[in-house]
């Protein structure tokens, strides 16, 4: 502090203390010399006069006491530690002590206060001051986060209940609830907890709730939970289509997805396709020599002498399909009479005999059992092992005109009966069946089985795989036989 300063408050101190002991009156108050009356208590009147010097008699201070460049703008500054703006000496105070007027004391001297300058500055309704802008630390605009756990409460239970920490003011919450744990949900109404949120509860939201196997929120049937929430299998059965054609089907006990089966192959041999019972899986082929033996077994079906278990003789062929002639030791080739050329003889066939091929209308397949005998040597459909099926009688013996009553027959295998090629009754409509293999179960005659020959309405029933839904269609169907 300069010397002129201290000279100058000492001179106004004395000065202020004549004006009171000279000039007060009754009533406390003091008369200036150019006749205004002031408080004692107006500090402001006391430092204007001093700063200007309006208010000082020239008579009272001598004009060569105090050099007019004594006193300059910065000298009550140091004097009084303050800015201009506060009432309080900051000198020694420390940062942030309120000093009047909306500041606070910043190193020794009074400087506005404002929200970010690190000091909590009560007077202006701070709660506290860290000085950056960031949310959420415990406190932000000068205002605590939180002072109780209530502040802190977003209103959703499935993240947790909110807590405040009394010390930090910073904002938590405790662990969240299961998923699956009640809510409500914002538009109201009774919903779930899910990853923290509040979901709507039933089939489709991917939570398993009560009543459900699972629930992965899509519609997928075959990805091992339906749409309905239920797992696709369980076991085998579940997967089961009712066609033995396309293999066993498989249930996988943890991913509840089934897969197919292997499908049965009826392609022995190149040559040779055969067709699948989709309700027995078995492969029936064709027989085009009509010798009896399919051409799954059959080592050449286009000729009816040649042909598994067939009679070895001298002709330079393989018989008997064993992979070899024999002629060597074979003996002679005795033919059997065979007028309908089916590859059978009757009983009591007429023979010839042959080193080679047997004469057009013989085989070399004796009649020596019911196996091998053949029950209508004049109908070359008719034969023993026949497999195809007849929708028409056929006539046992050769006649000209109308065949006898005694020798119509629908005998066509020679098994002595007529074997009926449709035989399942339908006793319930299609609609309704809820998996393949009840939807094909489903088919069949409405009402019994007509006999060979006559025609009955029959249902069809077919399972679709893209609906999940059974149809059907009823027609008129004749009834084969063998």
């Given at each position: 502090?300069?010397?002129?300063?201290?000279?100058?408050?000492?001179?106004?101190?004395v000065?202020?203390?004549?004006?009171?002991?000279?000039?007060?009156?009754?009533?406390?108050?003091?008369?200036?010399?150019?006749?205004?009356?002031?408080?004692?208590?107006?500090?402001?009147?006391?430092?204007?006069?001093?700063?200007?010097?309006?208010?000082?008699?020239?008579?009272?201070?001598?004009?060569?006491?105090?050099d007019?460049?004594?006193?300059?703008?910065?000298?009550?500054?140091?004097?009084?530690?303050?800015?201009?703006?506060?009432?309080?000496?900051?000198?020694?105070?420390?940062?942030?002590?309120?000093?009047?007027?909306?500041?606070?004391?910043?190193?020794?001297?009074?400087?506005g206060?404002?929200c970010?300058?690190?000091?909590?500055?009560?007077?202006?309704?701070?709660?506290?001051?860290?000085?950056?802008?960031?949310?959420?630390?415990?406190?932000?605009?000068?205002?605590?986060?939180?002072?109780?756990?209530?502040?802190?409460?977003?209103?959703?239970?499935?993240?947790?209940?909110e807590?405040?920490?009394?010390?930090?003011?910073?904002?938590?919450?405790?662990?969240?609830?299961?998923?699956?744990?009640?809510?409500?949900?914002?538009?109201?109404?009774?919903?779930?907890?899910?990853?923290?949120?509040?979901?709507?509860?039933?089939?489709?939201?991917?939570?398993?709730?009560?009543?459900?196997?699972?629930?992965?929120?899509?519609t997928?049937?075959?990805?091992?939970?339906?749409k309905?929430?239920?797992?696709?299998?369980?076991?085998?059965?579940?997967?089961?289509?009712?066609?033995?054609?396309?293999?066993?089907?498989?249930?996988?006990?943890?991913?509840?997805?089934?897969?197919?089966?292997?499908?049965?192959?009826?392609?022995?041999?190149?040559?040779?396709?055969?067709?699948?019972?989709?309700?027995?899986?078995?492969?029936?082929?064709?027989?085009?020599?009509?010798?009896?033996?399919?051409?799954?077994?059959?080592?050449?079906?286009?000729?009816?002498?040649?042909?598994?278990?067939?009679?070895?003789?001298?002709?330079?062929?393989?018989?008997d399909?064993?992979?070899?002639?024999?002629?060597?030791?074979?003996?002679?080739?005795?033919?059997?009479?065979?007028?309908?050329?089916?590859?059978?003889?009757?009983?009591?066939?007429?023979?010839?005999?042959?080193?080679?091929?047997?004469?057009?209308?013989?085989?070399?397949?004796?009649?020596?059992?019911?196996?091998s005998?053949?029950?209508?040597?004049?109908?070359?459909?008719?034969?023993?092992?026949?497999?195809?099926?007849?929708?028409?009688?056929?006539?046992?013996?050769?006649?000209?005109?109308?065949?006898?009553?005694?020798?119509?027959?629908?005998?066509?295998?020679?098994?002595?009966?007529?074997?009926?090629?449709?035989?399942?009754?339908s006793?319930?409509?299609?609609?309704?069946?809820?998996?393949?293999?009840?939807?094909?179960?489903?088919?069949?005659w409405?009402?019994?089985?007509?006999?060979?020959?006559?025609?009955?309405?029959?249902?069809?029933?077919?399972?679709?795989?893209?609906?999940?839904?059974?149809?059907?269609?009823?027609?008129?169907?004749?009834?084969?036989?063998?």
């Amino acid at each position: 502090m300069r010397r002129s300063s201290l000279r100058l408050g000492a001179i106004v101190t004395v000065f202020a203390s004549t004006l009171i002991a000279c000039g007060s009156d009754s009533n406390g108050t003091t008369a200036t010399t150019d006749g205004a009356v002031s408080s004692p208590d107006s500090a402001s009147d006391t430092l204007a006069a001093n700063d200007t010097g309006s208010r000082v008699d020239s008579g009272a201070i001598d004009s060569g006491a105090i050099d007019s460049g004594a006193i300059d703008s910065g000298a009550a500054t140091e004097e009084t530690g303050t800015d201009g703006g506060g009432a309080v000496d900051c000198t020694g105070k420390p940062d942030g002590t309120d000093c009047g007027g909306g500041s606070i004391c910043v190193k020794g001297l009074c400087a506005g206060s404002s929200c970010g300058d690190g000091y909590v500055d009560g007077a202006n309704g701070e709660e506290c001051d860290d000085a950056n802008a960031v949310s959420g630390d415990g406190c932000s605009l000068c205002k605590f986060d939180c002072k109780a756990a209530a502040d802190c409460d977003n209103g959703n239970v499935c993240d947790g209940a909110e807590t405040c920490n009394a010390s930090t003011h910073v904002c938590g919450s405790s662990s969240a609830p299961a998923d699956g744990t009640t809510c409500t949900l914002a538009a109201g109404g009774s919903g779930t907890c899910k990853a923290k949120a509040c979901v709507k509860a039933g089939c489709g939201n991917s939570l398993v709730e009560a009543g459900e196997d699972c629930d992965d929120g899509d519609t997928d049937d075959t990805d091992g939970c339906t749409k309905l929430c239920r797992f696709t299998c369980a076991t085998a059965a579940d997967c089961d289509d009712g066609n033995k054609c396309n293999g066993t089907e498989t249930c996988d006990a943890t991913t509840h997805k089934c897969s197919a089966g292997t499908a049965v192959t009826c392609s022995p041999k190149t040559g040779c396709t055969g067709t699948c019972d989709p309700a027995t899986g078995a492969c029936t082929y064709p027989d085009a020599d009509k010798d009896g033996s399919p051409c799954d077994k059959d080592c050449i079906d286009a000729d009816p002498a040649v042909f598994p278990g067939a009679y070895e003789c001298k002709d330079g062929k393989d018989n008997d399909c064993d992979g070899s002639t024999a002629d060597g030791t074979a003996p002679s080739c005795i033919c059997f009479a065979d007028p309908d050329r089916d590859g059978y003889a009757g009983t009591g066939a007429s023979t010839v005999s042959s080193a080679g091929a047997c004469p057009d209308a013989y085989t070399r397949r004796p009649p020596a059992d019911a196996a091998s005998t053949d029950c209508a040597i004049y109908n070359a459909s008719a034969h023993p092992g026949q497999r195809a099926w007849f929708s028409s009688t056929y006539c046992k013996t050769l006649v000209i005109g109308s065949c006898p009553l005694s020798s119509i027959s629908w005998d066509y295998d020679c098994s002595g009966a007529a074997e009926k090629r449709w035989t399942t009754s339908s006793s319930i409509s299609c609609p309704g069946a809820t998996s393949a293999k009840e939807c094909l179960v489903r088919s069949g005659w409405i009402g019994a089985a007509p006999a060979c020959g006559a025609s009955g309405s029959y249902r069809t029933c077919t399972w679709s795989s893209l609906s999940l839904s059974c149809s059907g269609t009823e027609t008129s169907r004749k009834q084969e036989c063998h």
